[in-house]
């Protein structure tokens, strides 16, 4: 997925400064950081199984489980030279200039031919270069710190679930088939509220409504996470043939009948801003 959405991406041309990132990019390269000064470490004691266990948990939870997950929808749907694309591509190469020096010394053969395909200039071989130094830390004023995204990803499978059972049950397909509803204590409604419209892109739902607690139906389920209750619900609004959200203004656009809104702002104008994932 990595080398996939990076065809074309010259980190020349295309590369965006850590400022003007989106929060999420930052946040999966600070990720990365981290990870990499366990793995180094990890490395000089030979503790490979420890190698094994952490390489794995962050390509499988933090990665496939999160991170690539969400900005799937702004590397398919934004302008192919949105702010909002090519961040997503920089944190991807960072992450994969990193990655394939921790396999070399483990998955040698797959390393080197990983090597060959990432874009940009390099030596000829992965077994002559050192760590990455390209990494780097959240700043940490930064309101979308590492404890804001960890609740992000709390919610997301509090929500996941919701979503498995109405899957179960033949009422959804995918995930963007659903809305949902989420009622919350002022603590984390007041860091949800900080996505605004973003935050249907980090639930993959096609909308996501965030109330007070005392608002909440009879038909809200609690969840797991502390203060917060859900309802999630079969859409009812029309499909767009092009990013798949169930919106209000499918159908609206006489010249592109099958497509929402924010599709038409991306095939016809500059695009869509997106600040934060």
Known sequence: FLLGNLHGFDPARHMVPVDEMLSLDRWAVDRARDLQATLVEAYRSYEFHLIYQRLHNFCVLDMGGFFLDVIKDRLYTTRADSLARRSAQTAMYHIAEAM???????????????????????????????????????????????????????????????????????TIGSSLDAEVDLYCEDALRDTLVKLGDELRFVLITSDARVHAASERPDAAIETEVPGLW??????EQNKCSRCWHHRADVGSHSKHPEICGRCLENIETAGETRRFA
Do not use: C, M, N
Not at 110 to 117: D, L, N, P, R, V
Not at 143 to 166: M, T
Not at 230 to 235: A, C, W
């Open 100 to 170: 394939v020096r921790w396999l070399a010394p483990i998955l040698s053969f797959t390393a080197e031919e990983i090597w060959q395909h990432i874009p940009g200039e390099r030596g000829e071989t992965v077994f002559t270069e050192t760590w990455y130094p390209g990494l780097f830390s959240l700043d940490q004023d930064d309101d979308f710190d590492r404890s804001f995204w960890q609740q992000v990803i709390a919610l997301r499978a509090a929500v996941g679930k919701q979503q498995e059972q109405l899957r179960a049950e033949g």
């Open 230 to 235: 859900l309802r999630v619900v079969r859409s």
